[in-house]
């Protein structure tokens, strides 16, 4: 992801290496090679013109410091207004007293709607949550029996009613469900379509009227990018969402959608999927983002993924056969599977 844009990104930089100073001259090329970039990658028209707008204004303006190069101060120019455009961000969830707290997850099918539940689910249970998720996704065929393995799997309780023809109804008895049994948290999954209709929009209206969610998230599939934008505009006025999640990031997406969808919905992205895997769901962080869009990659959510993933003992006796001179073939395999646990 983002291949082009950090592509032109660091033309950009390097045009400006060597310069005496940032002038509207010496970068006016350069922010229109951005600008063309930013267009390529699906960003919206509206948020590629103010992030261009923003970084000129700035680059030739009175803040640039006196005795840095001028590739370094636009550096660091764009990664603030890149991390202006995608925060700020605020991960907490409302949390209901008396519980359980009740969330929606919203979508259109193919976003990974019924995937993300669970990975948010298991995400929650491991913050010390007490969790269940309800399977009121009845219009894609098999999306109840893939809830309920995902729960079955990763120990998470899923209420659903096989041969109900009521979502709604479906959500109700789950939530009350939760309450009779002591959960403070629900995920409720939805129903999704291949677009929307109006049959979609006032289904989900009277479920979220009926079940009045504490907290409601869109589920989109970067991969779509424009597409995600239009479909997180028409959401937000007929539905509304208090937050984003962005699934997909991991696959060959152009990344439009990260950056336009909290500037055109108003609405932040609280989570990233970067996989299949169930615990391929991260936080999102702009400045982060910002840092892998740049090219400068993004070295602390490295880090917590590895904390998370690798036993700190398998990695210290690996550390000691290595040093030993014990380090053979077997252990070069443990190698190589620990690190493709990271993912990409």
């Given at each position: ?69 001028p590739d370094q101060a636009f550096i660091k120019i764009v990664n603030d207004e890149l991390i202006s455009i995608l925060g700020p961000i605020d991960h907490s969830i409302p949390q209901a007293d008396p519980p359980p707290t009740i969330i929606m997850l919203t979508g259109l099918q193919g976003s990974g709607k019924t995937t993300t539940t669970a990975k948010l689910a298991k995400h929650l249970k491991e913050k010390g949550k007490k969790v269940m998720m309800v399977a009121a996704d009845l219009a894609r065929p098999a999306a109840i029996d893939q809830l309920v393995t995902l729960g079955i799997e990763n120990d ?189």
């Amino acid at each position: 992801m983002f291949e082009g844009l950090t592509n032109s990104f660091q033309n950009v930089f390097r045009r400006l290496a060597g310069k005496a100073k940032i002038s509207p001259r010496n970068i006016e090329q350069a922010l229109q090679d951005v600008k063309f970039a930013l267009l390529q990658s699906d960003v919206h028209f509206s948020v590629a013109k103010e992030l261009i707008n923003q970084i000129k204004e700035k680059a030739v303006g009175e803040e640039v410091i006196k005795g840095i190069n001028p590739d370094q101060a636009f550096i660091k120019i764009v990664n603030d207004e890149l991390i202006s455009i995608l925060g700020p961000i605020d991960h907490s969830i409302p949390q209901a007293d008396p519980p359980p707290t009740i969330i929606m997850l919203t979508g259109l099918q193919g976003s990974g709607k019924t995937t993300t539940t669970a990975k948010l689910a298991k995400h929650l249970k491991e913050k010390g949550k007490k969790v269940m998720m309800v399977a009121a996704d009845l219009a894609r065929p098999a999306a109840i029996d893939q809830l309920v393995t995902l729960g079955i799997e990763n120990d998470i309780p899923v209420f659903s009613i096989k041969d109900s023809d009521s979502s709604v109804k479906v959500a109700v008895e789950g939530i009350k469900n939760a309450k009779d049994n002591f959960f403070d948290t629900v995920l409720v999954d939805t129903q999704g379509r291949l677009h929307i209709d109006e049959s979609l929009m006032s289904e989900l209206k009277e479920m979220k009227s009926k079940t009045k969610p504490h907290f409601t998230y869109l589920v989109l599939d970067s991969m779509t990018g424009q597409d995600a934008v239009n479909s997180a505009q028409k959401f937000k006025e007929q539905i509304g969402f208090d937050s984003v999640i962005l699934t997909k990031l991991d696959g060959d997406a152009k990344g439009g959608a990260v950056l336009s969808v909290k500037y055109i919905t108003g609405t932040p992205i609280h989570f990233v999927g970067t996989g299949e895997k169930i615990t391929d769901l991260t936080e999102f962080h702009p400045e982060r983002m910002a840092s892998r869009i740049l090219g400068f990659g993004d070295v602390v959510s490295l880090v917590e993924k590895a904390q998370t993933t690798i036993k700190q003992e398998d990695a210290e006796k690996l550390k000691d056969k290595m040093l030993g001179g014990e380090y053979n073939f077997n252990y070069f395999l443990e190698h190589l599977e620990m690190n493709a646990k990271m993912g990409n």
